[in-house]
């Protein structure tokens, strides 16, 4: 049997270029296990990002030989039908413990029958599953012979994908609505292990919040309560799926409030022309600026279907509420009016007059809503607490292996 405590552990990562959900996860797996190794397709982040601290920045890291392509972390995702053979160059056979945190290939990184190999799966390779048409519209490949090409060479992926998978000796993944999906595309189940969101750094600072039954959270200095805050807030990048732009739309109708939008993306234009003269754009920001906003604003504004949503948990770590199209992960994270002890509110159609209308709800209901509440509901999601149930679920395999 392996043991925990003497075993070698290798983490494979699908590529480094930026900073995102992913990162944080292998941020905090490394934190689990600190003397793990990390081999990954291509590791392309800026010095800043190097240099910036944590786990990653001293950890040992070993690429494929995708690495030396000229150019690789403009394009990597046009090179992705070729990544199932890059990820044969990486070789985990020395170690004892393979950890795959995987959107993409990493889950079929080879392995052999005195090994453990868990996955943390972000998601099945959603480019192959199902948003194939969206990753040939970004690699400029929707149309002609290249696109036929891409389009036989990403089925071909999905088949490489599901046949990989029986490597995989367990499961584990980020949300029950991702668990589902693996389920469907898979046939295999999957232990939910929520992934960390910093609830250190994101906190109601000095704002007064009041708790479920009266008590208040005091500040260290006076500010704005949230009944009294004059701006609803969203961030995001502005991509399709995030219907930035619906959002715009939807505050045409609720003319009396004002809407922050922080970010950008290759929405931007849409995002501009939906905005009507009650929106602000602010482009992006840095943390500490985005916490501020989320700190001051009336609630929290989502209107994607995501398979987690780390914002809206940041957004009740710092005890403001949740206005969110009610699919996928966030209903998971955000309590509903249903709740003892609500954090939001949800809307049924992802549409701008479902939205509106859901927000002059929130506005009609919003002192039921208790800060303390959100910031509560967000400490489910802290860090330690990942690390713990993720070190649990590696153990109970090692004792079934």
């Not at 030396?68 to 990544?83: G, K, T, V």
């Not at 053979?85 to 052999?112: P, Q």
Request: charge should be positive; aromatic fraction near 8%.
């Amino acid at each position: 049997m392996i043991s925990l405590s003497a075993a070698r552990v290798a983490i494979v990562h699908d590529w480094l270029v930026t900073p995102g959900g992913s990162e944080l996860v292998l941020e905090e797996l490394l934190a689990v296990f600190p003397g793990a190794d990390v081999f990954t397709m291509i590791d392309q982040r800026s010095a800043a990002s190097r240099s910036g601290g944590g786990a990653l920045a001293s950890a040992r890291i070993t690429t494929s030989w995708m690495q030396h392509i000229p150019a690789i972390e403009r394009n990597y995702r046009s090179w992705l039908p070729i990544m199932p053979l890059a990820l044969r160059s990486l070789d985990v056979s020395a170690y004892d413990i393979v950890i795959s945190n995987s959107h993409a290939v990493a889950k079929g990184i080879r392995t052999h029958s005195r090994q453990l190999h868990v996955c943390y799966c972000l998601s099945p390779m959603r480019y192959a599953w199902d948003l194939k048409a969206q990753y040939l519209r970004e690699a400029g490949l929707e149309r002609g012979v290249k696109g036929a090409l891409a389009g036989t060479m990403l089925e071909a992926m999905r088949r490489w994908d599901l046949a990989n998978t029986p490597g995989v000796d367990a499961f584990a993944t980020l949300s029950r609505y991702i668990a589902e999906r693996i389920e469907r595309a898979y046939g295999r189940p999957a232990v939910v292990i929520y992934p960390p969101v910093d609830t250190e750094f994101f906190t109601p600072g000095s704002r007064s919040v009041r708790g479920v039954h009266g008590e208040l959270f005091t500040p260290a200095t006076p500010s704005v309560r949230r009944e009294e805050s004059s701006f609803y807030v969203t961030a995001s990048r502005f991509v399709p799926y995030k219907r930035v732009d619906m959002i715009a739309t939807a505050f045409r109708s609720v003319a009396d409030r004002r809407l922050v939008i922080i970010g950008d993306g290759p929405d931007a234009g849409k995002v501009r022309a939906a905005a009507g003269p009650n929106v602000e754009l602010v482009g992006r920001l840095s943390r500490e600026e985005v916490r501020s906003y989320l700190r001051r604003a009336r609630a929290f504004v989502f209107a994607a279907e995501e398979d987690f949503g780390v914002a809206p948990v940041e957004a009740q770590a710092c005890g403001t509420p949740v206005i969110a199209f009610g699919r996928g992960g966030v209903t998971e994270t955000v309590r509903g009016l249903d709740s003892a002890a609500p954090t939001g509110v949800f809307y049924a159609e992802q549409t701008a007059a479902a939205l509106a209308a859901a927000v002059r709800r929130f506005e009609e209901l919003s002192p039921e809503i208790s800060g303390a509440a959100c910031r509560e509901n967000s400490l489910r999601f802290r860090s330690e607490i990942f690390r713990a149930n993720f070190r649990s679920f590696v153990e109970r395999e090692i004792q079934k292996a």
